[in-house]
């Protein structure tokens, strides 16, 4: 190595020949990270340059420009809430390439008529089956309620024979790129109206008893059933629920 000293952009495309790879996001990513050293001397006299120095020479260039500018687009469209759910989100949100397809005028039936419907064996997970292209409208009892960690409302609902199944009423955050964002934000703030003299649940809590004649619209929606409370004989849901409203029940 030579006495004289070598600017940093000069090592860093030195470094980038030598190992084929982008040095200077690699370095930023590490620096900010950890500011571990990434083995890219900047200077000859025993001095080790570490991520930090390289992660500052990187925010200078046009392509941290760049790469910032689009990482702040998308941290801006991001949804509110940290955690928005995994399995089938798209569908249960309304973000999924069908969801503007799906005919929104409901179709009345009763909690006995849904849990009779036949259960596909592998709903896929990108795209709706015939059920979750269909509205419905309940008129039922609510039974009970949690808020659960990714934010929706689970709720239990049930008619005078004993049948009951779960609808969801997404986080509004999660909900507001979706489809029916603002039907979803109007139908959590009418549920919280129906709990004005309940338990306002805390998130992940245990499930709240309620008594509530409610009448429910929202997408079918199926679900694995994994010993959830309440869940439908054939794993059948109203996620989202679109409007809730006092009265009904059956």
Known sequence: MTADRCVPGKRLRNWHRRHGQSMPLRAFVRGVAAGADLGVPFTNDGQRSDGARVAKAWLKSKRAAIVLSALALFLAAAPAHADCGEERAAIKL???VDARTVALAPVDLNIADLT???APRHPPMARRVAAERTVYRVAATIIGYKLEGDGDFHIVIADDLGNT???E????GCAKPGAWGDRVAAARASFLKLLAAQHLP???AHMHHAHIAATVTGLGFWDKIHGQAGVA???IELHP???IEAGGGS
């Open 94 to 96: 309304g973000t999924d």
């Open 241 to 243: 629920v679109l409007a």
């Open 202 to 204: 805390r998130p992940g």
């Open 169 to 172: 009423i997404p986080e509004p």
């Open 233 to 235: 004989r054939n794993g």
């Open 116 to 118: 009779q419907l036949t």
């Open 165 to 167: 199944m779960i609808v």
